[in-house]
């Protein structure tokens, strides 16, 4: 499944999927340098507010009244920066929900072995409305480890962007 979300603000529909900025300075560091960018392909776009939209590619792993399990979602995002000397992308990222909390993990570029933890999650309460379940800001706080693939700058735990996530109730 692959829906799109009303990320612009220009299409009435309403979709499924995961919207984050990741970290606001950590964009603000990469857009404003020479030669940075943050660039989406595949399923994933940016939305008009700077934010990234990632597709819901499959919630079938995900019990929507239990509130656990896995979401799939679909898209990449490059970020470079210092003409190439920074390179971290962020692909396909899942979100698994349970009893304690919630993890987000993402390919960091070279395949699925790749896969790790970036964010812990603590979900806000969801909201229903109509067809689809939503969160609207489930705070992000720094995995461990992924402290290195932001050059050790941030330490674990330190606040990440929220996430929005939609998905079919
Ligand atoms: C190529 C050589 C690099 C140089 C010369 C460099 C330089 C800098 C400088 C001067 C800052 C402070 C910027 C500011 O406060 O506005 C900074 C911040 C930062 N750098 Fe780099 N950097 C390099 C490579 C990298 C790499 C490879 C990464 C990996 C992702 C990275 C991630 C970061 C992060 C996460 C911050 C903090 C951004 C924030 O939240 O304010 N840097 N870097």
Same mark, same amino acid.
């Given at each position: 499944?692959?829906?799109? @979300? %009303?990320?612009?603000?220009?299409?009435? /529909? @309403?979709?499924?999927?995961?919207?984050?900025?990741?970290?606001?300075? *950590?964009?603000?560091?990469?857009?404003?340098?020479?030669?940075? /960018?943050?660039?989406?392909? &595949? =399923?994933?776009?940016?939305?008009?507010? &700077?934010? *990234?939209? #990632?597709?819901?590619?499959?919630?079938?792993?995900?019990?929507?009244? %239990?509130?656990?399990?896995? @979401?799939? *979602?679909?898209? !990449? @995002?490059?970020?470079?920066?210092?003409?190439?000397?920074? /390179?971290? /992308?962020?692909?396909?990222?899942?979100?698994?929900?349970?009893?304690?909390?919630? $993890?987000?993990?993402?390919?960091?570029?070279?395949? +699925?072995? $790749? !896969?790790?933890?970036?964010?812990?999650?603590?979900? =806000? %309460? +969801?909201? %229903?409305? &109509?067809?689809?379940?939503?969160?609207?800001?489930?705070?992000? *706080?720094? $995995?461990?480890?992924?402290?290195?693939? #932001?050059?050790?700058?941030?330490?674990?735990?330190?606040? #990440?962007?929220?996430?929005?996530?939609?998905?079919?109730?």
């Amino acid at each position: 499944m692959s829906e799109t @979300i %009303a990320s612009t603000g220009e299409s009435p /529909s @309403i979709g499924t999927g995961l919207a984050w900025g990741v970290k606001d300075s *950590f964009l603000r560091y990469i857009t404003t340098m020479p030669g940075g /960018s943050a660039t989406t392909s &595949g =399923d994933a776009t940016t939305t008009r507010d &700077g934010s *990234f939209y #990632f597709a819901t590619a499959d919630q079938s792993g995900f019990d929507t009244t %239990a509130l656990t399990g896995t @979401i799939k *979602f679909s898209g !990449r @995002i490059n970020f470079v920066g210092h003409f190439g000397a920074l /390179s971290v /992308s962020l692909v396909d990222p899942w979100l698994i929900l349970d009893s304690e909390g919630g $993890s987000l993990s993402v390919e960091w570029g070279t395949g +699925p072995e $790749s !896969r790790s933890e970036i964010v812990r999650v603590i979900p =806000d %309460a +969801p909201v %229903a409305a &109509g067809s689809v379940l939503a969160w609207r800001a489930a705070e992000t *706080f720094l $995995s461990p480890l992924a402290v290195a693939q #932001f050059n050790s700058v941030y330490r674990a735990g330190e606040p #990440f962007a929220p996430l929005a996530i939609r998905v079919l109730r």
